[in-house]
């Protein structure tokens, strides 16, 4: 793998790492609309999505380049 490719993918591990911290998670301890589930789920999982939607264009972006 590329030291670009790498960087970027450190990167967005280290992003998560904080993002899913649990005293940044409990800064968004509430509910959510009307269906009280804890927005600290709906947070987890569109955050889960996103890191892997990222995750993988930019593997995908990089390993097409090399």
Avoid: C, H
Avoid at 10 to 31: D, E, K
Avoid at 58 to 66: H, Y
């Amino acid at each position: 793998m590329k030291r670009r490719l790498e960087q970027k993918v450190v990167l967005v591990s280290l992003l998560l790492f904080f993002i899913f911290n649990v005293p940044f998670l409990f800064m968004f301890n509430g509910n959510f609309g009307d269906i009280d589930m804890p927005f600290v789920y709906v947070g987890i999982v569109i955050g889960w999505l996103a890191a892997v939607g990222l995750t993988y264009k930019i593997l995908k972006n990089g390993l097409a380049r090399g």
